[in-house]
Nanobody
Framework: QVQLVESGGGLVQAGGSLRLSCAAS????????MAWYRRYPGKQRELVAS???????SYADSVKGRFTISRDNTKNTVYLQINSLKPEDTAVYYC?????????????WGQGTQVTVSS
């Protein structure tokens, strides 16, 4: 059993910043891929940023230069620093983590955290 606990969402004015966190716990041998997605109402989740175990980050074009993904492997936690927030960043943000247990890789989702940006 694994668990992901997200935190850090909220209401912020345009131009502000937020830091999202996603902490993993439970039974697993290691963590490979970690990522953040977001979902607009009525839309599919879209990939925002990712960071594999090797640490080479990747970002959606819409967030490059404003979002920074990082991970602390000692805490099994992935972060998303969001700067220069825009109203179009308003969405529910989900972390996605790929665990390895008993030689098998599996993916798990966080519960989601709402980010609302006022203009």
């Amino acid at each position: 059993q694994v668990q992901l606990v997200e935190s850090g969402g909220g209401l912020v004015q345009a131009g502000g910043s937020l830091r999202l966190s996603c902490a993993a716990s439970g039974s697993f041998a290691s963590i490979n891929f970690m990522a953040w997605y977001r979902r607009y109402p009525g839309k599919q989740r879209e990939l925002v940023a990712s960071i594999p175990s090797g640490g080479n980050t990747s970002y959606a074009d819409s967030v490059k230069g404003r979002f920074t993904i990082s991970r602390d492997n000692t805490k099994n936690t992935v972060y998303l620093q969001i700067n220069s927030l825009k109203p179009e960043d308003t969405a529910v943000y989900y972390c996605n983590v790929h665990f390895v247990r008993d030689g098998i890789s599996f993916s798990f989702w966080g519960q989601g955290t709402q980010v609302t940006v006022s203009s």
